[in-house]
C-alpha cells in the first residue's frame, strides 16, 4: 500500500486548466482516468487526508504509485480523451458499465452490393444499419418475417447465394414471394437495393408513408376489379399493421429520443435505456456497474452516455437524449453529442408530460434491473472472496492471490506441442491478457533439451522460463530492478505483455510439473510468487518440494475456482492446439514461399488448376498470372522444384489412384490441392490430445 504523499505534484507542477489524468500503480498499469475542468483543483482533492476521502477513492490512491496529466483545450477534448483512454486502457477503478447479455440488432448489410437483412451481435461494422437492440432475437425474427411481405429483401447467407447463382434456382422464400431473387435475376441490384432502402426507412419509423401508399394502390386495384392483387395489398397492410403494433406508440409527436434512466445504491448502479424513434420504442438495453469511484448520479449518466455513442455518428445519436439527472457540467456533454450526430442534440431532464411518465417506466425498469442483478451476483461476490480466502489459507500465502495465472501443456502424441496462460483477476477471467506459446525446445539462446521427445515437465519449465523472463525484461526496462535512481522511460501506459506479475501460478499437473514451474522461477531469481499444482485424476493441489498434496474438501469454494481456472487452461491451450494441427494438414507448397500471401496463392491455383501444373510451368507462364512479378515467380520455381512432392491420392473405396486434376480442383485452399490428408491421418487425428 503506498502513501499518496510519496508521489504527490508539487503545487505548482499541476496546471490551471483543463485535462486528463492518469493514476498508475507500481509495475506502470493504468488503474484510473479521470477528465478535470480544472487539474490544479481536481488532483488536490485526491491527496487530502486520507479519512476524508471516500473509501473507493482511498483504495485508489493507495494503490496508485504515480499521477500524471495531459493538457488539452477544451472540456470537449478532455471528455474525448477520457473516453478514448478507458477504452484503451481498461482501468480497474473506473465506472464499467457490463452487458448481462449481448444485445441482438436487426441488421441490414448496406455495404454488399445486394443487401441482406439478419440478426447482428456484437462490435457494430461500417457500412450496416443497425435497428434495435432487441430483447430476444425471435422477436427479430418475426418483425422480418411480417415485413418479408412488403419488402422482400434477401435475408440468405452468402453461400446460399452463391449456390442460387450458380444453379439458377432460389431458394425456398424466393418461391413464396418473401424474396425478390436477385440471385437469379428477378430483380436488378438497383431494384433490391431500392427495397432494401424502403425497409430501412420502415423500420427508422417512416411508416405512414408505405401503409398510405399500400392502400391507395389496394383502393386502385379493387376499382380496376383486380381482386385478387387488390386481397394481396389487403394483406401487406395488415402485416405493416401487425408489425408496427409489437412497438407501442409512447409519444405522439413522433420523437426520436433516447431515455436513461439510473437505479442504484452505495455499491453498485444498473443503468436501462429506452430507444424511441418514431414516437415508438425500438429497442431497450441495460447495464450494471460496480461503484468503484465515488460518483454522482450526473456521473453515471455521463459514462453511459459515453458508452452509448463513442462509437456512435450521424443518425445513430438521437436529437434528443433524456436523462435523470444532467452531468456537471453538462454543456461539454451536449457539445460532444451534438459534434457526433452532425447536428445538435438537446440534452436535458424531462419535467413533465409523456416524457415524463416514460422515463419513470425506464427506472422502474432500472430498479428491476439492479434487484435482480444483486439476486444473482450477491452470493457470487460472497463466494468468489471466500474462495480466494480458502485458496490463500490452504497455499499458507500472506494474502489472497487476486491475481492468478495458470498453465497448460497439449499436444498430439508429441506433434504441435503448444502452451497456454489464463488470467484470473478478482476470481474472474480477464481474457484481454490471455497468452499463448508455442514450445520450441529452447529459452532465449539456451537449448532446454535435445532430440525429437518433447514432455510436458520439459515444455511447462520452457513456457513458465519465456513468461517470467519477458517479466523481468518488462521491469529492467521501466528501470524497476535498476540501482539507484529509477530510469522510467516513456510508454504508452498499457500494461505490456507480460509486465504484470501474478500472485499465484497454478500449472495443470502433479508434483513434476509443479517442480519444473518452481526451478524455471528459481532460475530467474523470482522467489516472491506462489506455485501450485492441480492434479487431474484426484483434484490434488500440489506445493513445491512438498512429498504429500494438500487436498482441499470437494465443497470447497478454493477448490471449485482453482478447478475453473485448470478448466479454463485446457480448452484455451486445446482449441490452439486443434487450430495449430489444422493448419499443418491443410499446409502445402505454396505456404513456403516468401511473401506470397493467400489472395497470389488462390490466383495461382486458379490460373493453373493444381500445383501439379503449377510445378510444371515456366517461370515466364508464372509472370502472365495476375500480381505475380518475374522476382516472385522466380521464388516459387525454385520453391516448388526444392518441394519434393507427395504421393498421388488413393480412392478407398475403389483402390483408385486419382489424378491430380480431380482433387486440384481451384475452389480448395491455396494450399496444395494435390496433397489430401495422408491416409495415418484419420487415425493420428484419433489419438489422444492432453
Not at 335 to 342: I, K, S, V, Y
Not at 450 to 467: N, T
Request: glycine share 8%; charged share 30%.
Amino acid at each position: 500500500m503506498a502513501d499518496p504523499s510519496s508521489y504527490r505534484p508539487e503545487p505548482g507542477q499541476i496546471p490551471d486548466s483543463p485535462g486528463v489524468y492518469k493514476f498508475r500503480d507500481e509495475h506502470r498499469r493504468v488503474i484510473y482516468v479521470g477528465k478535470a475542468k480544472s487539474l490544479r483543483q481536481r488532483l488536490a482533492n485526491y491527496f487530502q487526508d486520507l479519512a476524508g476521502l471516500h473509501p473507493r477513492t482511498r483504495t485508489m490512491v493507495t494503490t496508485a504509485a504515480s499521477v500524471e496529466w495531459t493538457v488539452v483545450s477544451t472540456e470537449v477534448e478532455a471528455l474525448q480523451l477520457e473516453y478514448s483512454w478507458i477504452k484503451e486502457f481498461d482501468p480497474r477503478f473506473n465506472v464499467k458499465y457490463r452487458d448481462d447479455k449481448s444485445y441482438p440488432y436487426l441488421a441490414v448489410t448496406m455495404n454488399e452490393e445486394f443487401p441482406r437483412v439478419q440478426v447482428m451481435r456484437g462490435h457494430k461494422r461500417k457500412g450496416v444499419r443497425y435497428f434495435g437492440p432487441y430483447g430476444h432475437a425471435w422477436a427479430i425474427r418475426d418483425t422480418v418475417d411480417l415485413l418479408l411481405r412488403v419488402f422482400p429483401v434477401r435475408t440468405c447467407s452468402a453461400g446460399v447465394f452463391k449456390n442460387a447463382v450458380r444453379t439458377g434456382r432460389p431458394c425456398l422464400l424466393g418461391y413464396i414471394g418473401k424474396c425478390s431473387a436477385p440471385c437469379v435475376g428477378r430483380v436488378s441490384a438497383d431494384e433490391h437495393r431500392d427495397l432494401a432502402e424502403e425497409f430501412c426507412d420502415f423500420m427508422a419509423g417512416r411508416t405512414g408513408t408505405y401503409i398510405r401508399r399500400l392502400e391507395q394502390q389496394m383502393t386502385d386495384a379493387a376499382d380496376e376489379m383486380e381482386y385478387e392483387r387488390a386481397a394481396r395489398l389487403r394483406d401487406d397492410v395488415e402485416a405493416l399493421k401487425k408489425a408496427m403494433e409489437k412497438s407501442a406508440v409512447v409519444l405522439a409527436d413522433a420523437t426520436d429520443a433516447d431515455l436513461v434512466a439510473v437505479a442504484e445504491d452505495e455499491l453498485e448502479a444498473a443503468v436501462q435505456i429506452f430507444h424511441v424513434r418514431g414516437g415508438r420504442v425500438r429497442g431497450q438495453r441495460g447495464w450494471v456497474t460496480d461503484k468503484v469511484e465515488a460518483v454522482t448520479t450526473g456521473d453515471l449518466v455521463e459514462h453511459a452516455i459515453q458508452q452509448l455513442y463513442g462509437e456512435e455518428t450521424g443518425d445513430s445519436v438521437p436529437k434528443e437524449v433524456l436523462v435523470p439527472a444532467l452531468p456537471d457540467p453538462a454543456e461539454p456533454v451536449q457539445a460532444w453529442l451534438t459534434e457526433r450526430r452532425g447536428s445538435h442534440v438537446s440534452l436535458r431532464i424531462p419535467q413533465r408530460g409523456d416524457k415524463k411518465a416514460l422515463m419513470e417506466t425506464v427506472r422502474r425498469n432500472a430498479q428491476q434491473s439492479l434487484v435482480l442483478h444483486k439476486t444473482k451476483r450477491a452470493s457470487d461476490l460472497t463466494t468468489r472472496s471466500r474462495a480466494l480466502e480458502e485458496i490463500a489459507e490452504a497455499l499458507d500465502l500472506d494474502s489472497a492471490p487476486l491475481r492468478i495465472e495458470c498453465y497448460d501443456i497439449s499436444h498430439l502424441q508429441g506433434d504441435d506441442v503448444v502452451a497456454s496462460m489464463v488470467v484470473f483477476e478478482d476470481g474472474l477471467q480477464r481474457k484481454s491478457e490471455y497468452r499463448r506459446f508455442q514450445i520450441k525446445g529452447r529459452v532465449g539462446d539456451t537449448q532446454v533439451w535435445h532430440g525429437e521427445g518433447q514432455d510436458d515437465v520439459r515444455s511447462m519449465h520452457e513456457v513458465i522460463a519465456r513468461r517470467f523472463k519477458r517479466y523481468i525484461a518488462e521491469k529492467e526496462k521501466t528501470g524497476e530492478w535498476a540501482d539507484g535512481e529509477s530510469a522510467l522511460t516513456e510508454d504508452d501506459g498499457r500494461p505490456k505483455r507480460f509486465a504484470y506479475p501474478p500472485q499465484l501460478v497454478v500449472v495443470d499437473g502433479g508434483r513434476p510439473q509443479v517442480a519444473a514451474a518452481k526451478k524455471a522461477l528459481d532460475e530467474l531469481g523470482i522467489d516472491d510468487i506462489a506455485v501450485c499444482g492441480l492434479a487431474k485424476r484426484l483434484e490434488e493441489v500440489w506445493l513445491p518440494g512438498e512429498d504429500d498434496p494438500v487436498v482441499l474438501p470437494r465443497t470447497s469454494e478454493g477448490l471449485y475456482l482453482l478447478q475453473r481456472v485448470r478448466d479454463e487452461a485446457h480448452r484455451f491451450a486445446i482449441t490452439y492446439q486443434r487450430a495449430k494441427r489444422a493448419k499443418r494438414f491443410r499446409s502445402g507448397p505454396l505456404d513456403d514461399v516468401p511473401g506470397l500471401g493467400e489472395t497470389r496463392k488462390q490466383a495461382l491455383i486458379k490460373y493453373f488448376g493444381s500445383v501439379k501444373k503449377l510445378r510444371s510451368a515456366t517461370i515466364d507462364q508464372i509472370c502472365e498470372v495476375p500480381g505475380i512479378g518475374r522476382k516472385t515467380a522466380e521464388t516459387i520455381a525454385v520453391a516448388l522444384a526444392q518441394a519434393a512432392p507427395v504421393a498421388p491420392a488413393v480412392n478407398m473405396a475403389t483402390g483408385e489412384i486419382m489424378e491430380d486434376e480431380e482433387y486440384g480442383a481451384p475452389e480448395t485452399t491455396a494450399s496444395s490441392p494435390e496433397e489430401p490428408v495422408p491416409a495415418g491421418a484419420s487415425d493420428k487425428r484419433r489419438g489422444q490430445e492432453t
